[in-house]
């Protein structure tokens, strides 16, 4: 009744429908030592492989069930329990919640496969980009995000800028956008009392390296959720303690979350694609009156709230 290879070990929640324990004839025939030891076996089988079944070996069975009396409540014990073609016993309603369970792990694997790869796919990437600006003498700079490693690989790879260090490479980007800037507002100055035109977008220039990596990471990740365009002070303090939280506080094991900034993005995008799960975050299902246009805003992930949200109440399947 169950997949050969169902195997439920380390999930010790079985699902104990109430309703329809108290109107069974199990419930309503059995006398107190039948009942306790047909819950027993129905608990034991749980853990046994494949989930949900148990041997057909009344010597274990007996052991199993912690019944000192056996033989008188063998009959009511396994009631519903049937024999199938690979000689053990199922019972039809423990079987059905264990497929579910195992249905779950096996997604929740798949999902953690699936986050992995794409782990992996990005440090590769970023090792690839960092050697491709090493052979032209360029050295990445220090916790670079993935999109600035490849602006520098664009500017000095395939537009063929060598020997330039990524801080020169920098200052001449700086120089160039400050003259046409200038030459701009020059070319922007009339005789009469009209608006400027041509005025520059909010950029990102001045943010520590480690932020913008943080707000690449997001727009990554998480692109369904409202973009980062202004970087206010409220956004940049909570990115502040949130970084702070990761780099000083342990796990449940005592070993640190991140030792340094390139850890400290590492467990972030760990974050990030468990956040995808949360059906709240992610604006799934049904919201409450008064927030039914609410989309989670890059600070509040990074608030304490939003860390509780995710690591405390979110399926790894949603």
């Given at each position: 009744?169950?997949?050969?290879?169902?195997?439920?070990?380390?999930?010790?929640?079985?699902?104990?429908?109430?309703?329809?324990?108290?109107?069974?004839?199990?419930?309503?025939?059995?006398?107190?030592?039948?009942?306790?030891?047909?819950?027993?076996?129905?608990?034991k089988s749980w853990n046994q492989i494949p989930g949900g079944s148990l041997p057909d070996n009344d010597q274990i069975l007996e052991a199993l069930s912690g019944s000192k009396v056996w033989k008188k409540v063998r009959e009511m014990a396994l009631r519903g329990w049937v024999k199938c073609s690979d000689g053990r016993l199922y019972?039809?309603?423990?079987?059905?919640?264990?497929?579910?369970?195992?249905?779950?792990?096996?997604?929740?694997?798949?999902?953690?496969?699936?986050?992995?790869?794409?782990?992996?796919?990005?440090?590769?990437?970023?090792?690839?980009?960092?050697?491709?600006l090493r052979?032209?003498?360029v050295t990445p700079p220090m916790n670079a995000s993935l999109a600035e490693l490849e602006r520098l690989v664009l500017l000095h790879v395939d537009n063929h800028v060598?020997?330039?260090?990524?801080t020169e490479a920098s200052t001449q980007a700086s120089l160039v956008d400050d003259s046409e800037t200038a030459n701009k507002r020059r070319d922007s100055k009339g005789t009469g009392k009209g608006k400027k035109r041509g005025a520059k977008a909010p950029t990102s220039a001045g943010l520590p390296t480690w932020l913008q990596a943080l707000i690449d990471l997001w727009h990554e990740v998480l692109p369904e959720l409202p973009g980062v365009v202004v970087m206010n002070a409220e956004r940049e303090q909570a990115a502040k303690d949130f970084r702070?939280?990761?780099?000083?506080?342990?796990?449940?094991?005592?070993?640190?979350?991140?030792?340094?900034?390139?850890?400290?993005l590492a467990w972030t995008r760990d974050y990030f694609e468990r956040a995808r799960h949360n059906d709240f975050i992610m604006g799934r299902g049904a919201r409450s009156p008064g927030h039914e246009n609410w989309r989670c805003p890059f600070e509040w992930l990074l608030s304490a709230k939003g860390m509780q949200k995710v690591i405390e109440q979110t399926t790894e399947a949603a």
């Open positions: 009744m169950t997949p050969a290879d169902c195997d439920l070990r380390g999930m010790p929640f079985m699902p104990l429908e109430t309703v329809r324990l108290l109107d069974s004839d199990l419930f309503i025939l059995s006398s107190g030592d039948q009942f306790k030891a047909a819950v027993a076996l129905w608990c019972h039809p309603v423990v079987a059905q919640n264990a497929i579910q369970a195992w249905e779950s792990r096996v997604d929740h694997r798949e999902t953690n496969e699936s986050r992995n790869e794409r782990q992996a796919r990005w440090r590769k990437k970023v090792k690839e980009m960092s050697e491709l052979s032209v003498n060598d020997g330039q260090t990524s702070h939280w990761v780099l000083t506080t342990p796990r449940r094991d005592g070993t640190p979350r991140a030792n340094d900034d390139v850890e400290f």
